[in-house]
């Protein structure tokens, strides 16, 4: 039996088509069991995967429910925040069970594998492309341990695109919940340079949007425009610009023909948006550049060059395959 764990919402998409998959396929027999917490269990119910919730987990109960289970493999997400997900690598590790981890999004490789200051690491990590794989050797995470296999979330929404929608997202993240003081900004500077773009663009046909994590309300009343929980892919759907710091929301975007844009501040320490970082997509830091960005005209009328487009960023980020490769990797267990 394989055991997934799942904490954030993040590493519940990643997981989503393989689990979808085997719910109506083969593993239907439930050679499989899902254990999830946090906000990942929204994400769940959503989807209307089976789980088993746990909010309240210690080292040793986790101990005590795999030898009950007994699985043959543990699969893990990599939250950096997720005790629940470290008590499991801990005790797998313990029990000689095989661990695997993967990576969801090509940044904050080592941080997500630190516990209590120490590194813990398991037998695999899934890598998404050689950028990753290279990204994550230069920050610490031993070679021997990456095994690359795409991103199945991003493999399984790039099957179904959808014409542009007519709106402008601003989509926020939790940036100070995760890094706290780390990158030198965090969301409300987001919001303090978008509001000085919406003010001249005007509020028509703009779709601002928070994370499920996001905590905003105080935020939300210091602002003249409405601030909407997130939808995830729907509000992409929604959109024919998307404009963020380095979300997920960013590379669907991208990955979907959408005008897309980083808006990070000037201080930043990092750039933690890859698209960015690579330059296939601008870093914009100010309310004149971001305006210039959006009145651009794109002309995307033209369906094969724009299918043309589409393809060629969906090679870019390596994830064509991903499902496959993933189930070829676990046949070895």
């Known amino acids: 039996m394989i ?22 396929a083969k593993f239907k027999t439930k050679k499989w069991n899902l254990i999830a917490t946090g906000t990942s269990c929204n994400y769940w119910r959503q989807t209307k995967i089976d789980f088993n919730e746990i909010s309240e987990y210690s080292y040793n109960k ?16 990599a939250s950096s925040n997720i005790d629940l997900e470290y008590f499991f690598i801990l005790v797998a590790k313990k ?22 200051e120490e590194l813990i690491f398991p037998d695999f990590v899934f890598a998404i492309d050689n950028r990753c794989k290279k990204e994550m050797i230069e920050e610490g995470i031993p070679k021997n341990l990456i095994k690359i296999i795409g991103q199945p979330y991003l493999e399984s929404i790039v099957k179904n695109i ?34 000085k773009v919406i003010k001249k663009i ?27 929980n997130g939808r995830g892919f ?21 990955l979907w023909g959408r005008k897309v844009a980083s808006i990070i501040p000037d201080n930043q320490k990092f750039n933690q948006s ?6 296939l997509i601008p870093t914009l830091n100010n ?45 070895n267990f």
């Open 62 to 77: 986790v101990s005590t429910y795999i030898d009950l289970v007994k699985p043959k493999l543990i699969i893990t997400s």
């Open 287 to 331: 309310p004149d550049k971001i305006i210039e960005f959006v009145n651009k005209k794109e002309d995307l009328t033209n369906k094969h060059r724009f299918k043309e487009i589409l393809l060629d960023r969906h090679k870019e980020l390596g994830i064509l395959g991903s499902i496959k490769r993933f189930e070829l990797f676990l046949q």
């Open 162 to 195: 959808q014409p542009l929608g007519n709106k402008i997202l601003f989509a926020s993240q939790p940036v100070k919940k995760y890094y706290e003081n780390k990158l030198g900004y965090n969301e409300n500077n987001f919001w303090e340079i978008c509001s």
């Open 202 to 228: 005007g509020k028509e046909n703009i779709l601002c949007t928070i994370h499920p994590d996001e905590q905003l309300d105080k935020l939300k009343n210091s602002l003249f425009f409405p601030l909407k």
């Open 274 to 279: 890859p698209l960015s970082r690579w330059n």
């Open 3 to 24: 055991l997934f764990i799942s904490g954030q919402y993040a590493g519940a998409q990643y997981l989503h088509p393989i689990l979808e998959k085997w719910s109506v």
């Open 234 to 254: 729907k509000d992409i759907l929604d959109s024919h610009t998307v404009l963020g710091m380095f979300s997920m929301q960013i590379i669907v975007g991208y």
């Open 95 to 116: 029990k000689s069970i095989p661990v695997i981890s993967f990576i969801d999004i090509w940044s904050n490789y080592l941080p997500r594998f630190k516990y209590k």
